[in-house]
Nanobody
């Protein structure tokens, strides 16, 4: 059974930093990454990383956020620096099954930035 579990959300001050973690289990995964969603808006891509370390980011976070990955642990990390209130959202991790190509999602973790 595949599980995707995020951790590390919370409340931080403007300009602060936070690191989210996401552990996937039950299969092997190719791409892993992060989306975020604000109530009333569509879920938007934050960024992703492939199994060989290639990464891509949304323009709004490029240069501030960094995604890294530990393949041995099937864990992906999202390091967020220079946080602003516009980064407030529920952050969702996803993992793409290497065999089926199915996307598995975590339950989401809340990130809030105070101004």
């Amino acid at each position: 059974q595949v599980q995707v579990v995020e951790s590390g959300g919370g409340l931080v001050q403007f300009g602060g930093s936070l690191r989210l973690s996401c552990a996937a289990s039950g299969s092997r995964f190719s791409t892993m990454g992060w989306f975020r969603q604000v109530p009333g808006k569509q879920r938007e891509l934050v960024g992703y990383i492939t199994s060989d370390g290639g990464s891509n980011y949304a323009g709004s976070v490029k240069g501030r956020f960094t995604i890294s990955r530990d393949n041995a642990k099937n864990t992906v990390y999202l390091r967020m620096n220079g946080l602003t209130p516009e980064d407030t959202a529920v952050y969702y991790c996803y993992a793409v099954d290497s065999g089926s190509g199915h996307n598995y999602w975590g339950q989401g973790t809340q990130v809030a930035i105070s101004s």
